[in-house]
């Protein structure tokens, strides 16, 4: 968006953005298409593509002259191509939330839309064609991921619930990355009887330069949809940083663990499923899966909002759990240091978190305690202090990841009030959630 | 057969790329191309959507389809951003501001905020399937022979991936080039020179860049490509002249080839070493270009202008002047070093040290000249610090102007001892008079019925490059006549 007088000048020129002009500023003339303001940079600035594709930026002054020109470009020049489906394909679903996965670039603006068509798809990735077909291509929502709660969560269980009854062979659903551990986590609780694939994908790179993730993620991601033997929810992104193969992970055991790499998502405290090339070939990893079956599935999708994570750090005001006790907080999980710590027998008694732990548990808001280490376990009794904040009745969340046992909480709190229940259905392990035994090769994996 | 070009309407358009002496120009990674390689990564490419027909899409599609790039990785050279993992980081300021100098020198118009486009290739040499580019000048000039050469645009942008080798469908590209900072340099169409002064405009080109003292020298830093096209004929582009002296040559065989044929195609070629070139590729469409919008626009105000061109460095012409009057060099010779790559060390050189301007300027022009012609000297491998070195011993008196060639061609091919050592290697120290005396003294002792000239002879092979030879003539006329 231009600012506003530079918008008044151009209404009264009758010049649109898409028109060819001929602008005159301190004696030099510039010919080109009138651009968009984008959203950076100075908004009296026009923007001018030249005829070499260049853009430029010139500043509009009192002395600028503008003249429309005979041309107009359209701006949205989105491609349209036409892609047959074949037949006799596994019938795979598609749900899209938005993020960049799903995203097209008009070439002109640099303008990112969602796209939600099959074709668009196909124009991505036309290599799925050979692979799946599309039974349905939902759009949930266009969103980014950091801006997904649970009502999208409750809506991508229901939608993928509707599609695998009526015949989908698995689901692929499109998602923006930096929260897609919380929604594939969320997924895993809600699908309590599932039983076929569920593949979240996402791209670190969008799909306007060639040598974005997403082609490898969807093809790799297709292939599990269309024809594992994985009735889990789980997340299908680049193992590597070299386009070589994906890994699929169990939803509750992994993590986004890079701002921007392509290989940001690594299992935690588990091995991958499996590893999954472009061509097709699926190596199973890890035995510990559901098998693909037949049958009616439903989705448990109750869930509690008002839980929050806290992460406890050397100065962090123990105060902020009564403000949220005093809020209606109905459940809090703790990112502990090491271990599980939060500051105990601290030298000023009013830093301690302890009080305010047990405060919040005598009011009925139960306690999660995981490790910001984001590897390991959780321990109530190897240190003095820990042995301190047990006595206060917390919950010790195994080797939960923080945000897994966040979004288990709000859906365990869902279904039961009672403080010994809610306990006793955080240490279940309902969707591999929680490993029984830590194996040596898992870390940093 | 004389070629009458005037006749067969020649019409050329350079386009100049020379590349900057700074870090990379997206990131803090340096441009040294130095350091040894520490990964691999392997990625496939893909078309991408933009305004390709079906038939085009289909060829990208396939022919991408059929080839995995390889990228080696190469230490402190390389980081996540060349390895397409990273955002880029704000454009590098020192070089954008070189660029603006340039843009300048050759008259532009800088835009009043620049905007950082991404320009799609397909051949795997830009990782992330685009080259970021921007224009900083607009419209400028080049006097040349009292005419305004048209100078369309300068852009700053990114230098591809180099291509080690392609074979079977798989392509490596060294990443250590891909980012360091390039700037383009193209000019309207040149109309009615002869190849001989399209050379000229190229050097006229690569002098201006040079005065700024802050372009990389050296084989690959320059690259040219020119337009050819005769009367009647179709527009061929011939890309990667990587040496000036090669240009008139090149474009005068493409006139012969052209004429030669009975049809010419609209076509990219490439040019092979002895000036020849060879068929790539159809000559591609314009090139696509949209907004890195990973980038904010560049607000270039007026201030920031005024205050670069306060800084502009003196213009070729004046510099030209002033080689002759105040550095008492000849006309050739400063043209020579003016064309040289070495310009700007030649003159924090002669600015540093007292030493003969003329010498230093047949180091950089004559001597490394003949090192590099016997084939064995990798003159590439001599510093700014060697040549320092070299010059501040000059200077002293440590060494003779005639044991230079020794000493760079020990140096070049031994990195890791200082100039001092190489002197000390080939005992090339200078000597004083009184012991330069005593060898003639020993010399004509034990020649005594020879003639003089014998004598010189037999102590310049003892003391040379150790003393200036005029003192040898001296000394021995002296001592004779005794």
């Not at chain 1, 869902?414 to 279940?428: R, W």
């Not at chain 2, 990782?127 to 645009?153: A, P």
């Not at chain 2, 003196?314 to 070093?337: A, G, M, N, V, Y």
């Not at chain 2, 990798?378 to 510093?383: D, I, M």
């Given at each position: 968006m231009y600012s506003e007088r530079v918008q008044h000048f151009l209404d009264k020129k009758r010049i649109n953005v898409g028109d060819e002009v001929r602008l005159i500023k301190d004696k030099k003339t510039y010919e080109g298409i009138l651009m968009p303001r984008i959203e950076l940079g100075?908004?009296?600035?026009?923007?001018?593509?030249?005829?070499?594709?260049?853009?430029?930026?010139?500043?509009?002054?009192?002395?600028?002259?503008?003249?429309?020109?005979?041309?107009?470009?359209?701006?949205?020049?989105?491609?349209?191509?036409?892609?047959?489906?074949?037949?006799?394909?596994?019938?795979?679903?598609?749900?899209?939330?938005?993020?960049?996965?799903?995203?097209?670039?008009?070439?002109?603006?640099?303008?990112?839309?969602?796209?939600?068509?099959?074709?668009?798809?196909?124009?991505?990735?036309?290599?799925?064609?050979?692979?799946?077909?599309?039974?349905?291509?939902?759009?949930?929502?266009?969103?980014?991921?950091?801006?997904?709660?649970?009502?999208n969560w409750q809506q991508m269980a229901e939608e993928a619930a509707k599609e695998l009854?009526?015949?989908?062979?698995?689901?692929?659903?499109?998602?923006?990355?930096?929260?897609?551990?919380?929604?594939?986590?969320?997924?895993?609780f809600m699908m309590k009887n599932l039983n076929k694939p569920i593949v979240f994908a996402g791209a670190q790179r969008s799909s306007d330069r060639g040598s974005s993730d997403t082609v490898m993620n969807l093809i790799c991601s297709a292939h599990v949809a269309g024809y594992s033997d994985f009735a889990e929810v789980g997340i299908c992104m680049h193992a590597e940083s070299s386009d070589t193969f994906c890994f699929f992970t169990r939803g509750t055991k992994v993590r986004k663990c890079h701002t921007s790499r392509r290989d940001a998502f690594r299992p935690i405290n588990d091995l991958p499923l499996a590893k999954v090339w472009p061509d097709g070939k699926i190596e199973i990893m890890n035995e510990n899966y559901k098998k693909v079956s037949e049958g009616r599935i439903k989705a448990d999708i109750k869930f509690e909002p008002k839980v929050a994570l806290l992460k406890a750090y050397p100065g962090s005001d123990p105060k902020l759990i009564d403000h949220l006790v005093k809020d209606g907080i109905k459940g809090i999980v703790i990112e502990g240091t090491g271990l599980g710590h939060v500051p105990?027998?601290?030298?000023?008694?009013?830093?301690?978190?302890?009080?305010?732990?047990?405060?919040?548990?005598?009011?009925?808001?139960?306690?999660?305690?995981?490790?910001?280490?984001?590897?390991?376990?959780?321990?109530?009794?190897?240190?003095?202090?820990?042995?301190?904040?047990?006595?206060?009745?917390?919950?010790?969340?195994?080797?939960?990841?923080?945000?897994?046992?966040?979004?288990?909480?709000?859906?365990?709190?869902?279904?039961?009030?009672?403080?010994?229940?809610?306990?006793?259905?955080?240490?279940?392990?309902?969707?591999?959630?929680?490993?029984?035994?830590?194996?040596?090769?898992?870390?940093?994996? | 057969m004389m070629i009458d070009y005037k006749k067969l309407n020649l019409k050329c358009g350079l386009e100049i790329h020379q590349q900057l002496d700074t870090r990379k120009l997206f990131c803090d990674c340096?441009?040294?191309?130095?350091?040894?390689?520490?990964?691999?990564?392997?990625?496939?490419?893909?078309?991408?959507?933009?305004?390709?027909?079906?038939?085009?899409?289909?060829?990208?599609?396939?022919?991408?389809?059929n080839r995995t790039f390889h990228y080696q990785i190469f230490s402190g050279e390389d980081c996540l951003v060349e390895c397409d993992e990273e955002p880029p980081h704000p454009v590098n300021r020192k070089a954008l501001e070189i660029a603006l100098q340039i843009a300048l020198l050759f008259n532009c118009t800088i835009p009043d905020e620049i905007h950082v486009m991404r320009k799609t290739l397909?051949?795997?040499?830009?990782?992330?399937?685009?080259?970021?580019?921007?224009?900083?000048?607009?419209?400028?000039?080049?006097?040349?022979?009292?005419?305004?050469?048209?100078?369309?645009?300068?852009?700053?942008?990114?230098?591809?991936?180099?291509?080690?080798?392609?074979?079977?469908?798989?392509v490596t590209y060294k990443l250590n080039r891909?980012?360091?900072?390039?700037?383009?340099?193209?000019?309207?169409?040149?109309?009615?020179?002869?190849?001989?002064?399209?050379?000229?405009?190229?050097?006229?080109?690569?002098?201006?860049?040079?005065?700024?003292?802050?372009?990389?020298?050296?084989?690959?830093?320059?690259?040219?490509?020119?337009?050819?096209?005769?009367?009647?004929?179709?527009?061929v582009e011939i890309k990667g002249v990587q040496t000036l002296g090669l240009l008139s040559k090149v474009i005068e065989l493409e006139v012969k080839r052209q004429l030669s044929l009975p049809e010419v195609k609209e076509e990219t070629r490439a040019v092979n070493p002895d000036g020849t070139t060879r068929f790539i590729r159809p000559l591609p469409g314009a090139a696509r270009l949209y907004p890195e919008t990973d980038i904010p626009p560049i607000s270039i105000d007026k201030k920031t202008i005024e205050r670069i061109k306060k800084?502009?460095?003196?213009?070729?012409?004046?510099?030209?002047?002033?080689?002759?009057?105040?550095?008492?060099?000849?006309?050739?010779?400063?043209?020579?070093?003016?064309?040289?790559?070495?310009?700007?060390l030649f003159e924090k050189i002669v600015k540093k040290f007292k030493v003969s301007p003329s010498v230093v300027a047949n180091v950089?022009?004559?001597?490394?000249?003949?090192?590099?012609?016997?084939?064995?000297?990798?003159?590439?491998?001599?510093?700014?610090?060697?040549?320092?070195?070299?010059?501040?011993?000059?200077?002293?008196?440590?060494?003779?102007?005639?044991?230079?060639?020794?000493?760079?061609?020990?140096?070049?091919?031994?990195?890791?001892?200082?100039?001092?050592?190489?002197?000390?290697?080939?005992?090339?120290?200078?000597?004083?008079?009184?012991?330069?005396?005593?060898?003639?003294?020993?010399?004509?002792?034990?020649?005594?019925?020879?003639?003089?000239?014998?004598?010189?002879?037999?102590?310049?092979?003892?003391?040379?490059?150790?003393?200036?030879?005029?003192?040898?003539?001296k000394v021995v006329k002296e001592e004779c006549n005794k």
């Open positions: 100075d908004k009296d600035c026009l923007v001018l593509k030249l005829r070499n594709g260049y853009n430029i930026g010139i500043k509009f002054e009192r002395n600028v002259k503008i003249e429309k020109l005979k041309g107009h470009k359209k701006l949205e020049k989105f491609p349209a191509r036409r892609f047959e489906q074949k037949p006799n394909l596994p019938k795979v679903s598609l749900l899209a939330t938005g993020g960049t996965i799903a995203s097209r670039i008009d070439y002109l603006t640099g303008g990112v839309k969602m796209a939600f068509k099959p074709e668009e798809f196909f124009f991505t990735v036309p290599e799925l064609a050979d692979i799946i077909t599309f039974k349905k291509i939902r759009l949930l929502s266009s969103l980014a991921s950091e801006d997904l709660w649970y009502k009854n009526r015949g989908a062979r698995g689901i692929i659903i499109t998602h923006g990355t930096d929260t897609m551990h919380f929604s594939s986590a969320a997924l895993s105990t027998s601290t030298p000023e008694p009013e830093r301690s978190w302890v009080p305010h732990v047990k405060n919040a548990i005598d009011s009925n808001v139960p306690v999660v305690i995981t490790s910001q280490c984001i590897w390991g376990r959780v321990h109530p009794y190897v240190y003095r202090n820990l042995r301190i904040l047990d006595s206060t009745g917390v919950i010790w969340g195994e080797d939960m990841i923080p945000e897994v046992a966040y979004v288990k909480l709000g859906w365990v709190i869902a279904h039961t009030k009672n403080l010994k229940k809610i306990k006793e259905m955080m240490l279940t392990n309902y969707a591999g959630e929680i490993s029984k035994r830590s194996d040596p090769r898992t870390f940093l994996y | 340096s441009s040294a191309m130095k350091n040894e390689q520490i990964l691999t990564i392997k990625r496939k490419q893909h078309v991408v959507a933009g305004e390709l027909g079906e038939v085009d899409f289909a060829a990208q599609y396939e022919f991408l389809r397909i051949d795997g040499s830009a990782i992330s399937g685009f080259q970021r580019t921007t224009i900083v000048g607009l419209n400028g000039y080049l006097k040349y022979k009292d005419k305004k050469i048209e100078i369309k645009h300068v852009s700053l942008e990114e230098d591809a991936a180099g291509i080690v080798e392609e074979s079977a469908g798989n891909l980012a360091i900072p390039l700037v383009e340099i193209g000019t309207g169409l040149l109309i009615g020179h002869t190849p001989q002064e399209i050379q000229e405009i190229a050097y006229l080109i690569g002098i201006v860049c040079r005065s700024t003292g802050k372009v990389k020298r050296g084989i690959g830093t320059v690259r040219q490509d020119v337009n050819v096209s005769i009367k009647g004929g179709k527009r800084r502009l460095p003196e213009p070729w012409t004046k510099k030209l002047i002033r080689f002759k009057k105040q550095l008492k060099l000849s006309d050739e010779l400063s043209k020579q070093i003016l064309r040289s790559d070495y310009l700007d950089f022009v004559s001597t490394l000249k003949d090192l590099r012609k016997r084939g064995e000297a990798p003159v590439e491998n001599l510093t700014d610090e060697d040549f320092e070195e070299l010059f501040g011993l000059l200077e002293k008196g440590k060494i003779v102007k005639e044991s230079i060639l020794d000493i760079l061609l020990y140096k070049s091919k031994n990195l890791d001892i200082s100039i001092k050592d190489c002197i000390k290697k080939l005992e090339l120290e200078t000597i004083t008079e009184k012991e330069l005396r005593e060898i003639v003294k020993d010399v004509i002792k034990m020649n005594r019925d020879k003639p003089v000239e014998k004598i010189i002879g037999i102590v310049m092979s003892k003391v040379r490059g150790r003393v200036k030879s005029e003192n040898v003539v």
